[in-house]
């Protein structure tokens, strides 16, 4: 009987403790729930926005596409642009590579500002923000000087890319455009140095060096 009482009075404690808690911080328990809502909600909105938004930018990639079939050039090119600059790593690169393997926009400046504008604005895994290292040095390798170049392509031939040897080719064949056959020299050897590469690398580097040595 005793025990029973004393249960009863630790329930009725524990309950008045609780009651009391609850009313003391009712406001901030409330306040809370409120918050954590809110971010909840937040956070669907978000996620569904940026799933409609990447919709809408695959529609105005395929768009594109078709202005470029019916011979719209200009309607395409607007397009196009806008994607990138929506700064969506998929879509954007999809678009910039649209335009510059279909020769869209012709000029130098402005290409290169849309390849800074990608690089500088997206994600991108290792290997793809690699790629377009590469290819916005073999863009610019006829315009800009010899530092620029060895500056753009210098975290490539930095690192153990696998674009590496297609950066260490580029540089050798910009320095034998320019008769500069030392340096050129210096380039192609790395190429050679490089273990486990395709044989077709070696190969060039070789006949480059053969070249070098006869001119």
Do not use: C
Request: glycine content about 0%.
């Amino acid at each position: 009987m005793n025990e029973d009482l004393i249960q009863a009075q630790y329930d009725i404690t524990k309950k008045s403790k609780l009651k009391r808690f609850y009313e003391s911080n009712k406001i901030l328990i409330f306040s809370s729930i409120l918050v954590l809502t809110i971010i909840f909600v937040s956070f669907g909105i978000y996620f569904e926005k940026k799933e409609k938004d990447r919709i809408l930018l695959s529609e105005n990639y395929i768009q594109a596409k078709i202005y470029l079939e019916n011979k719209n050039k200009k309607e395409a090119v607007n397009i196009l642009k806008k994607v990138i600059f929506a700064n969506d790593s998929t879509y954007s690169t999809l678009s910039f590579f649209l335009i510059l393997n279909q020769n869209l926009v012709t000029d130098h400046e402005e290409l290169s500002n849309l390849f800074n504008h990608l690089l500088n604005n997206n994600k991108f895994d290792k290997e793809v923000k690699n790629l377009l290292i590469y290819k916005k040095a073999l863009l610019s390798s006829d315009f800009i000087s010899e530092s620029q170049l060895l500056i753009d392509i210098q975290p490539l031939l930095n690192s153990e890319t696998l674009w590496k040897p297609h950066a260490l080719l580029l540089i050798g064949d910009y320095f034998v455009s320019k008769k500069e056959y030392i340096k050129a020299r210096e380039f192609y050897n790395q190429i050679l140095l490089i273990k486990n590469l395709q044989k077709d690398f070696y190969d060039q580097a070789k006949s480059k060096l053969i070249f070098i040595k006869n001119d």
